[in-house]
């Protein structure tokens, strides 16, 4: 049986950013392991949604940089996320309509439950209609 492990936001970011001398190596030992299919890493959307919001407001990624740089390590079927396609809906969506990721995540949340959003956020009541 694999080993599991679950990932927090830091791990992500230090992997993804390769920007630490002591602890970019360390995750990347984790991705590594995954990409030879000897463990499951899990995580779910709350940690992904720090990360993007890390990214994009720390280190000014674009959506599409976000987009480009999540969606590959996301799709590993060994990384274990609630609501994957969920995820990846909102990472489109923020990349074409240029939208935070939460409010990404909460309209496909409402679509999804088929209840109307109700919000005063102007970009996700144009969604909504």
Same mark, same amino acid.
């Given at each position: 049986? *694999?080993?599991?492990?679950? =990932?927090?936001? !830091? @791990?992500? +970011?230090?992997?993804? +950013? !390769?920007? /630490?001398?002591? $602890?970019?190596?360390?995750?990347?030992?984790?991705? !590594?392991? =995954?990409? !030879?299919?000897?463990? @499951? $890493?899990?995580?779910?959307? +709350?940690?992904?949604?720090?990360? #993007?919001?890390?990214?994009?407001?720390?280190?000014?990624?674009? /959506?599409?940089? #976000?987009?480009?740089? =999540?969606?590959? $390590? =996301?799709? /590993?079927?060994?990384?274990?996320?609630?609501? *994957?396609?969920? @995820?990846?809906?909102?990472?489109?969506?923020?990349?074409? *309509?240029?939208?935070?990721? #939460?409010?990404?995540?909460?309209?496909?949340?409402?679509?999804?439950? *088929?209840?109307?959003?109700?919000?005063?956020?102007?970009?996700?009541?144009?969604?909504?209609?």
């Amino acid at each position: 049986m *694999k080993k599991k492990y679950f =990932l927090d936001t !830091n @791990i992500f +970011l230090r992997f993804l +950013l !390769n920007d /630490h001398s002591t $602890l970019s190596p360390k995750a990347k030992k984790y991705f !590594n392991l =995954l990409s !030879n299919n000897q463990v @499951i $890493l899990i995580s779910n959307s +709350l940690v992904i949604a720090e990360v #993007v919001w890390v990214l994009k407001s720390f280190y000014k990624y674009s /959506h599409i940089k #976000v987009n480009n740089s =999540l969606t590959p $390590l =996301l799709s /590993h079927k060994n990384l274990k996320i609630n609501d *994957k396609p969920s @995820i990846f809906k909102t990472l489109d969506l923020c990349q074409r *309509k240029n939208l935070d990721f #939460v409010d990404a995540y909460i309209y496909f949340e409402a679509k999804k439950r *088929k209840i109307k959003l109700i919000t005063f956020d102007k970009k996700l009541n144009k969604l909504s209609k």
